[in-house]
DNA sequence: AAGTGGTCTAGACCACTCG
DNA sequence: GAGTGGTCTAGACCACTTG
């Protein structure tokens, strides 16, 4: 797998430095590039690949604010020592986070149903306190232990027939993406610390006061609309969050000439 | 603050598009263009400003990875509907935090020595654990309530004297960066819930068992080496996390021509 | 001095959104 | 069709690192 090797297809929709990013990474994971070690230079790759330098550079920098690379001017573009295999800062449901983390998802219901939004719930979702959302409690559940406790709410507007065409054993964020073509690409979460109240505990098989983490998410599609409003409480015991982040290049860095 | 007031000085090492992004950072601070609502276009900031296209657009593409803005393809780029006050996904001191969100931040001293790392502050750090730290016990303070306590590392080896050099009036982060040359570029938190222990309890004023953060943070450079060890925990009651979260654009989501 | 990344220009074509 | 962001080119000068 030699940078030499790639063939880069000019005539396909998928942009050429993402096809050059792609490549370089998958040398970075099979071992092709070692970490703290260099990566070809902008100039190469643009020589090599007859591409402009300015291509090179932009998967070269797109590997970078993945955090899959780090450069240093005058020096080069360097390897990262971390490792690769999470993909945190991602919107994932809890299904696809718990697969990636090789545990089996799975939920139980506790109701599901078609109310009116409520204050809270209409607030986040742009809506009236009265227009209906489908609303779905969920215990999760991870190797069939449970994890915590979601409340999901969605406008009925968007999937009036969700409760039927849902399979609860398959991820809603599947459901929404293959059958209302709801495809959700940005959220905004809160995070606090709280206490577990006697239903979450028993519903969680802890005890009451136990730590707990209280999330509230808002999620939406590219349009910039939101399409879901979850509050979930998780147990601290059994739940982590790992946030890989980077330091803004920010203020008067420059050196003078 | 109008675009066109914008004077840039083409002489500074200041570089062209982090004029242009500082300028319209602060345009957005001031109200003056408000969430939801399009930034100038690429286009017209390259005419207006008389820089290229390709300047005018780093400008807002900056923007855009800070979280402050979001571009749609042939609709524009918008001013992020969430507040500013956080800059999420960015490696902060506590003190950069703080000041971030309006407050005046400070700590109080608990304990400031020279000791063997330990086996877990070893590990973080790469050291052997007989190796020495600095240790950097302190409660941190907003407006002058007590936040957190936060026990911090950093291997003896990189700051010698630190202990004279550092004035517990400034940041960790500051000192480290100006005196040491150590920058600090990258992060890696894990966060858990918990319950105050008493002496926690007793140092941040809340009540034994009350929900804390407790977050565990391994700093690196730029060079990937582990710097510093942070353990931290903060309550529940006055603080918060919030997040941005973006959906992996990993496979193949480029349409047709 | 040679090599590298950081910035910048002045164009170009494309796909997408919207009126 | 006009406007927008996404990609791409083929150059340029600069500051920085290293030998």
Redesign the pocket.
């Given at each position: 797998m030699e940078v030499e090797s790639l063939n880069l297809d000019?005539q396909s929709?998928?942009?050429?430095?993402?096809?050059i990013q792609q490549h370089i990474l998958q040398a970075i994971r099979s071992g092709r590039f070692k970490p703290g070690k260099?990566?070809?230079?902008?100039?190469?790759l643009s020589k090599r690949l007859?591409?402009?330098?300015?291509?090179?550079?932009?998967a070269?920098?797109s590997l970078c604010s993945q955090g899959v690379a780090y450069?240093?001017?005058?020096?080069?573009?360097f390897v990262s020592q971390a490792k690769l295999d999470k993909n945190v800062r991602q919107v994932a449901s809890f299904s696809e986070e718990m697969e990636a983390r090789g545990a089996r998802p799975h939920s139980k219901i506790i109701s599901f149903e078609i109310i009116s939004a409520g204050d809270e719930a209409a607030e986040a979702l742009r809506l009236e306190p009265k227009d209906k959302v489908v609303r779905l409690r969920r215990v999760r559940m991870a190797d069939s232990l449970p994890m915590g406790v979601e409340t999901t709410c969605v406008p009925l507007a968007l999937c009036p027939d969700l409760r039927e065409r849902f399979d609860p054993k398959t991820s809603l964020y599947r459901t929404l993406s293959e059958i209302y073509g709801i495809h959700i690409v940005q959220a905004e979460e809160i995070v606090e610390a709280g206490l577990a109240t006697s239903g979450e505990a028993r519903l969680l098989k802890i005890s009451k006061g136990s730590p707990v983490f209280l999330f509230t998410r808002t999620a939406y599609v590219?349009?910039g609309h939101a399409v879901e409003y979850v509050k979930s409480t998780f147990r601290g015991d059994r739940y982590k969050i790992t946030n890989r982040l980077g330091r803004s290049?920010g203020g008067g860095e420059?050196?003078?000439?």
């Open positions: 000019r929709v998928v942009p050429l430095y993402y096809q260099p990566l070809p230079s902008e100039e190469e007859r591409v402009s330098r300015m291509t090179a550079r932009q070269l920098k450069s240093q001017r005058g020096k080069g573009t590219q349009s290049s420059w050196r003078q000439g």
